[in-house]
């Protein structure tokens, strides 16, 4: 059972493993409450789940250590129980589905684990690393439905109350639950009046169904570019104590979570990935009841694979506002282009990519399209080049 005692004996021995990361006020993310950055993106590793994987490992035994470990992970748990393994002298096998970050795989490599791929997503990946225990005889590690990877976990929940001792809710990405029951389990025993509130993917909201329908609910597929939190069944031992310790688990979409991403850092300087930004993007998006409240969200994570973060932030700065793209029905002939450049450089914005079109069958032959994209300040501002443009009697056919 996860109680407070093992907590608290996770935070003394990770003491000099992991750090006590920073508490950062949030002032300029949202207006409608007083927001704290928990940063466990700068975590040792990138991210929280070196807690949880270090704690578990140290309390096996001589004999378990010998015959080695095996664990499976989107790439965050992976690099925990690596390091972990690598600092105890231990051998360590770690199923990743295919699909997760380059980036995750070769920084779980270069802690010294061996990694299987697997086809499929993290239950795939999961169901080998099952095999491979039988197979072998060697502890298998799981990333969140065991009581000693919950109890480090946990110790977030600890540090929390410490750092803002006066706080009033804590948002919490969720996966499987293994975070969000041990700070949950931490924060409720401590302070009971202190709401605690789960967030996942809509894409992947096997805990989230859950809660609200009362069982435990495991998702035909899930599909975010979350790849932390893409989790199809939620554990059992996570969804007892999510049930019972939790307030309420929300849903965020895949465009909230870019907005969020790009939020962090534009006006926090914090690189987090989609899994550890959905804490973020549920309170920019004003998915739960914080209105006027001291409210820390649990920044989860940072490890995200460079190649999709330039696709992110280009979906945020569209989700947000912050770029447009236009399609003008045009005559085609000369002096039109100059005509809708006017207009958008008149009303302050930035032409970035212009493309004429003229094989649309659909179109007349002396028309042609021209898609426009530009860079802007907010939503106003493209509805007052539209407005614009329609007035200078261009036509537009459609707009993203």
Known sequence: MVTLEKIYHAAYVLKDVARKTDMIAAPNLYSGAEVFLK????QRTGSFKLRGAYYKISQLSDEQKKAGIIACSAGNHAQGVALAAGRMGIKSVICMPASAP??????????????????GTYDDAHDKAVQLQQETGATF????????????QGTIGLEILDQLPDVDAVVVPVGGGGLISGVAYAVKKLNPNVKVYGVQAENAGSMARSVHE????????VATFADG??????????????RQYVDDVVTVSEDEIATAILALMERQKLVAEGAGAVSVAAVLFNKLPIQGKKVVCLVSGGNIDVNILSRVITRGLVTSGRNALLTIAL???PGQLVGVSSIVSRCGANVVSVHHER???NMAISSCYLHIGMETRNFEQISQIKQALTQAGFVIVNDK
């Open 39 to 42: 940063t466990e993106n700068l």
């Open 102 to 119: 380059i980036s995750k795989v070769e920084a779980t490599k270069s802690f010294g684990a061996e990694v299987c791929l697997v086809d």
């Open 141 to 152: 590690i799981h990333p969140f439905d065991d009581d000693e990877v919950i109890a480090g």
């Open 214 to 221: 009362g069982h435990p609910v495991t998702l035909d597929t």
């Open 229 to 242: 939190i893409a989790v199809k069944t939620p554990g059992d031992i996570t969804y007892e104590v999510t």
């Open 331 to 333: 005559d085609d002939r």
């Open 359 to 361: 094989a649309d069958a």
